[in-house]
């Protein structure tokens, strides 16, 4: 069975743009890459002592199912070099999973919806762009209505 699942990536060491354009690719091991937002240059957010971050957001059709791709997304960090020293702390790629279709994990390893996702900007404009008619499904909300309601103050700037 196949699920639609959207995905957030960011980068904010070396070739920002390269991190994620080869993270897209690497995506097609765990699935069919359905749409790719724009890129937008971020702030950090939390631990703000740190470079700027492109993001973007993936829809991805897999058939693995939540641990399984979760799996596969560490598996692709890891190959692109990423070293967890600091949370929050710079990254050369960060995929979070934030949308299982309507599917609700919680367990200590993994939380679907992503627990944060209505709280950050970087994630829920490039979300909107490719997919305002999604639902989350704890809230109850799409995500066009959870960005309408973001207050404001993170700065995201689409790329032309």
């Not at 354009?21 to 749409?35: F, P, Q, Y």
């Amino acid at each position: 069975m196949s699920h639609l699942v959207y995905l957030s990536l960011g980068s904010n060491v070396g070739d920002r743009q390269h991190n994620l354009r080869d993270a897209i690719s690497r995506l097609k091991t765990a699935g069919a890459v359905a749409a790719v937002s724009s890129f937008y240059e971020t702030a950090p957010v939390e631990f703000t002592e740190q470079s700027w971050f492109l993001n973007c957001v993936v829809a991805l059709e897999t058939t693995q199912t939540p641990g399984q791709l979760m799996g596969s997304l560490l598996r692709i960090e890891q190959e692109m070099g990423r070293i967890r020293i600091q949370k929050k702390g710079p990254r050369t790629i960060d995929i979070d999973l934030l949308l299982f279709g309507d599917v609700v994990v919680e367990s200590p390893d993994l939380c679907i919806p992503h627990p944060a996702m209505q709280q950050r900007r970087f994630v829920l404009e490039p979300l909107a762009e490719i997919a305002a008619e999604a639902w989350h499904p704890r809230l109850k909300k799409t995500i066009g209505e959870l960005l309408v309601e973001l207050p404001a103050g993170q700065i995201v700037r689409k790329l032309p």
